[in-house]
């Protein structure tokens, strides 16, 4: 199981970012897929998750409006995008499989992607 | 939102010593329909992504090794390390998953002294 996500982000304030996830080494539509940030010497916060069979989505409501996750099940691919950025924005975004169905235990991470928001 | 606290923040820990590191959440997160407690423990590695070191309270995930011991209930939660080795140093975060938004303590950083 491998979850690669794609390189570092510099933007400005009040731009998008669109980090993607790649999924290898299961079948990508029978697994969830978190999303979880880190500022600078921050913790661990929980952004949403997507169902790839389907794409649903949960978002947490902080984020509501400003986050929208797809995915392209013929690239096995998760993407997250962030609009309106501010530079409270700027973490490690990381990707993380959901061990079983709806557990929401993470078993699987990505390496992360810092995004670095800044005019 | 559910919030989780942990103490200590920071452990100096010496090697073979036992270390222990406190979990509290704002509400219960006994699930009293299937009875299970939605509590887990993750460790994040210096330069490293978080990994998963316990779920639902008690159980080790693959390759964890025994020295990993979590325990506690309703809202007050505990993971000891039997005997500390060096790799064991990183922050460790509790998690909640009873509800969205799912939500992580502030994190505990052991070292080593």
């Known amino acids: 199981v491998q979850l690669v996500q794609s390189g570092a982000e510099v933007k400005k304030p009040g731009a998008s970012v669109k980090v993607s996830c790649t999924a290898s080494g299961y079948t990508f539509t029978n697994y969830y897929i978190h999303w979880v940030r880190q500022a600078p010497g921050q913790g661990l916060e929980w952004m949403g998750i997507?169902?790839?069979?389907?794409?649903?989505?949960t978002y947490a409501q902080r984020l509501k409006g400003r986050v929208t996750l797809t995915r392209d099940t013929s690239a096995t691919t998760v993407y997250m995008e962030l609009s309106s950025l501010r530079s409270e924005d700027t973490a490690v975004y990381y990707c993380a499989r959901d061990r079983g169905g709806d557990e929401n235990i993470f078993d699987y991470w990505g390496q992360g992607t810092l995004v670095t928001v800044s005019s | 939102d559910i919030v989780m606290t942990q103490t200590p923040l920071s452990l100096p820990v010496t090697p073979g010593e036992p270390a222990s590191i406190s979990c509290k959440s704002s509400q219960s997160l006994l699930d009293s329909g299937d009875g299970n407690t939605y509590l887990d423990w993750y460790l994040q590695k210096p330069g490293q992504s978080p990994q998963l070191l316990v779920y639902?309270?008690?159980y080790r995930a693959s390759g964890v090794p025994d020295r990993f011991t979590g325990s506690g209930s309703g809202t007050d939660f505990t993971l000891k390390i039997s005997r500390v080795e060096a790799e064991d140093v990183g922050v460790y975060y509790c998690m909640q998953r009873i509800d969205f938004p799912l939500t992580f303590g502030p994190g505990t950083r052991v070292e080593i002294k």
């Open positions: 639902s309270l008690s």
């Open positions: 997507i169902i790839p069979s389907g794409g649903s989505t």
